[in-house]
């Protein structure tokens, strides 16, 4: 899951990236307002974290601007305001929740956690498909409830699915979602992951839908037919 921070207090964002870094998201940051409109207008995010006091353009005016232009990306507004005026204009702009400064880490994890399920579709913290299950609040993957271990890429990519589950997803969604801005990335890489991640989970649950990408999806161990 990719996340953009848009705040212009460098140590708060210096802070909130470790913590998401440290927590499996990918993260792009930007310290004004005027870069963070041009990245999430350009860029695909699975979330945004949006201070409303930004300098060159305000997170009020950034925002009206990404849904007047219809991006429907998730977004987390921070305010060190407490008026009830300003979190209501932050929502009716499209926020999806808010966070008043300061806050516990922990908690903005857990907004953002809920803001990118109910995006997905998806309403509970633990993922599940047939045997298969991820949660994203301790970042465990077990199959028939044996723990499965994967490298940070792998289960980065394998959330991705999860929160996707049936959608056939190209490698260069897959790419886009787990990488940040500044990574070299290589969509060629993500074959080997996905191979790693079916041979780590055991079950035929990762298909290959020739031509078009990847599809997590379960239909018993006869599910077989369109993996590569």
Known sequence: MRILIVEDDEALARQMRDSLVEAGYAVDHATDGEDGHFLGDTEPYDAVVLDLGLPVLDGHSILKRWRSDGKVMPVLILTARDGWTDKVEGLDAGADDYLTKPFMMEELLARLRALIRRAAGQASATLTIGPLTLDTRSGKVSVEGKAVKLTAQEFKLLAYMM?????V??????????????FDRDSNTIEVFVNRIRKKLGIEIVHTVRGLGYQLD???????ARTA
Do not use: V
């Open 163 to 167: 929160h996707h589950q049936g959608k």
């Open 169 to 182: 997803i190209s490698r260069t969604e897959l790419t886009e979602h787990i990488y940040d801005q500044d």
């Open 218 to 224: 379960w239909q018993g161990e006869g599910a077989s």
